[in-house]
């Protein structure tokens, strides 16, 4: 009796392979590599969802989320070339943890037939949090940094332009501007000044050519400008600065004016302060300059040294006479400042220096 050959039962997992893919470790650090460990932790909870272990994968996400967020920021305080040694950790350290986490189920699944993810799917996932994540770094810490440092602004001509922050006005900025197109400053070939007012009071910045800051006599140019802008500004004080093309402070000087019977003033300048300009004023009325008939002196502290400047009528700077009394009152006011030695300065109207003395 012919029997027909039996036929053996299939196994019911080998026919019905898993149509999902999973990523196996390699994956997974190639998206760490180039996507941060959220990018390698996201095809992780990928996995875990897919294999109903869904809660796992959010935990982890949340894990490497805390840590990318750490090396980010270690990332902005550490010397430049420890970025490469920091990926190559984290590469390795997520590899380990889809192995040890995940690599049964990656094995298994493979065995019964499934699939594996792309490593071009990593990558382009990888590609995707790069632009998430910068581009939030960007929006979140660029764009509000320029606008605090630019913030609006009021254009005189094509190309000159006020920018002004904090609680400065636009009414603020139109003054400056006009200041500035009077003395001529602005000549519409693209000059950027800023006016902020905030926490360091009124602030009035300008961009200059590299080096420029290096001449006591260019600081002092711009010390007179930011003079005649204060009272359309708000007053005194006011701090200038000289930027250079980075915006980076290369010079601050301290604007200010002390006031005597309501008349006479004397304008601090650079480093002065204005407590020595009180002291300076003081020792003026004591010496009889000062009797409030609207006399303006000028005290300048710049890294080359203390200037006094007196305002005079034309030809005194030529008189022996009255000059050696203007020496006599600079040297008796000369400890209210800092003390001996320091310039003399004879001005005339237009504040031209007629005379320059050193005094020992």
């Known amino acids: 009796m012919s029997s027909l050959p039996q036929q053996l039962p299939q196994d019911p997992i080998a026919q019905n392979p898993p149509a999902y893919t999973l990523f196996d470790s390699n994956a997974v650090g190639l998206a760490t590599f180039f996507g941060t460990p959220v990018a390698g932790a996201?095809?992780?909870?990928?996995?875990?969802?897919?294999?109903?272990?869904?809660?796992?994968?959010?935990?982890?996400?949340?894990?490497?989320?805390l840590v990318t967020a750490l090396v980010i920021f270690l990332g902005w305080n550490i010397p430049q070339g420890f970025d490469l040694p920091?990926?190559?950790?984290?590469?390795?350290?997520?590899?380990g943890v889809a192995k040890a986490m995940q690599g049964a189920a990656i094995t298994n699944h493979v065995q019964r037939g499934g699939p594996l993810g792309s490593?071009?799917?990593?990558?382009?996932?990888?590609?995707?949090?790069?632009?998430?994540?910068?581009?939030?770094?960007?929006?979140?810490?660029?764009?509000?940094?320029?606008?605090?440092?630019?913030?609006?602004?009021?254009?005189?001509?094509?190309?000159?332009?006020?920018?002004?922050?904090?609680?400065?006005?636009?009414?603020?900025?139109?003054?400056?501007?006009?200041?500035l197109k009077d003395d001529g400053y602005f000549?519409?070939?693209?000059?950027?000044?800023?006016?902020?007012?905030?926490?360091?009071?009124?602030?009035?910045s300008f961009i200059v050519k590299e080096g420029f800051w290096n001449q006591t006599s260019n600081v002092t140019a711009f010390e007179e400008i930011g003079r005649e802008i204060a009272?359309?500004?708000?007053?005194?004080?006011?701090?200038?600065?000289?930027?250079?093309?980075?915006?980076?402070?290369k010079v601050e000087s301290t604007i200010g004016k002390a006031t005597f019977s309501n008349k006479d003033h004397v304008f601090y300048l650079?480093?002065?302060?204005?407590?020595?300009?009180?002291?300076l004023g003081q020792a003026l009325q004591i010496a009889g300059f000062f009797t409030g008939k609207g006399?303006?002196?000028?005290?300048?502290?710049?890294?080359?040294?203390?200037?006094?400047?007196?305002?005079?009528?034309?030809?005194?700077?030529?008189?022996?006479?009255?000059?050696?009394?203007f020496e006599k009152i600079a040297r008796q006011a000369a400890h209210t400042i800092g003390g001996l030695p320091i310039h003399m300065r004879l001005l005339n109207s237009t504040l031209v220096v007629k005379k320059d003395e050193a005094l020992q």
């Open 231 to 249: 009272p359309d500004i708000g007053g005194f004080p006011i701090k200038l600065r000289l930027l250079d093309k980075e915006r980076e402070t």
């Open 119 to 179: 490593r071009w799917t990593a990558f382009w996932v990888a590609l995707a949090f790069l632009v998430v994540i910068f581009g939030g770094i960007f929006l979140a810490v660029y764009i509000p940094a320029y606008k605090a440092e630019n913030g609006p602004k009021v254009g005189f001509g094509t190309k000159d332009d006020v920018y002004y922050t904090g609680s400065a006005t636009q009414a603020d900025a139109q003054a400056v501007g006009k200041d």
């Open 187 to 204: 000549q519409d070939q693209g000059a950027d000044v800023t006016l902020d007012k905030g926490n360091d009071g009124t602030v009035l």
């Open 295 to 325: 006399t303006d002196v000028f005290l300048a502290k710049h890294s080359d040294g203390t200037v006094l400047s007196f305002i005079t009528a034309d030809g005194v700077w030529d008189e022996p006479e009255t000059v050696a009394e």
């Open 86 to 95: 920091i990926s190559l950790v984290l590469l390795f350290a997520m590899k």
């Open 270 to 279: 650079g480093s002065a302060t204005d407590a020595q300009a009180e002291a």
């Open 42 to 65: 996201t095809l992780m909870a990928v996995n875990d969802s897919r294999i109903g272990r869904g809660a796992r994968g959010i935990f982890i996400l949340l894990g490497t989320t």
